[in-house]
């Protein structure tokens, strides 16, 4: 498409709760996420972002590169945050979008460390998944590697299991047909079972029915001594 020469295709954005976010382009801070709407520069023609800029593509125009950007864009989020639901409700770009009806690809990281426990409102946040209106949209759910302590592995997924799985299965019930789940904080040498050989992609855990997978991950939080139990 030729709004691909416009914008990047599969570009990372990332959602963030800061007030300034980091332009990797060009190595310096930028306007928050929430606050892209620009003044138009003296020459926008010279610029490769002209495209953000309404007053010189035209109302029409610039409402379908925007909409180009929502939908070949990959929207990073720490859950934590609570900025989903923000996110496709609101248009950055102000051009009466609701980015919700537009997307195609969204990921979620779940940090491990502190053990994350499901507030109301990160819960309520994550409800907001459920209105994307485009059932092939990618969902990824991510459990991130723990970067600051030396806590057990095991103990951390279980934990970001217990918190992810009713979404994974709930999506799947109301006809998402590309929700994921990745994890980097089992190494592929982890024991016992089910942690020997786990891959990057842990999909699959979800692929047996949901009390199944609930019996089998409990059984396993038993089997740990000295730690809390995985319970629904």
């Known amino acids: 498409m030729v709004y691909d020469q416009i914008v990047t295709p599969h570009k990372q954005h990332y959602v963030l709760k800061a007030h300034e976010t980091f332009n990797d382009e060009t190595g310096k801070l930028g306007h928050p996420f929430f606050d892209a709407h620009l003044p138009m520069p003296e020459d926008p023609g010279m610029r490769s972002d002209v495209w953000k800029f309404v007053e010189y593509t035209g109302e029409a125009v610039g409402k379908e590169i925007a909409e180009h950007w929502y939908r070949t864009g990959r929207f990073n989020f720490d859950p934590e945050d609570c900025l989903l639901k923000r996110f496709l409700t609101t248009d950055v770009w102000h051009r009466g979008i609701v980015p919700a009806d537009v997307v195609h690809w969204l990921l979620m990281s779940f940090n491990p460390i502190p053990y994350i426990v499901p507030t109301d409102s990160m819960e309520a946040d994550l409800e907001s998944l459920f ?31 217990a918190l992810i799985a009713p979404y994974v299965y ?37 692929e047996m029915v949901q009390e199944e997978f609930e019996t089998v991950f409990r059984k396993v939080s038993h089997c740990k001594t000295g730690e809390s139990e995985f319970m629904y």
């Open 170 to 206: 709930r999506l799947r019930t109301e006809g998402f047909s590309r929700v994921a789940a990745y994890q980097d904080l089992i190494d592929l040498h982890s024991k016992p079972f089910p942690w020997t050989f786990c891959p990057w992609d842990i999909t699959y855990f979800f």
């Open 131 to 161: 209105t994307i209106s485009n059932k092939n949209c990618v969902l990824v759910f991510k459990i991130d590697k723990q970067r600051y302590h030396a806590a057990s592995g095991s103990r951390g997924m279980l934990s970001m299991l």
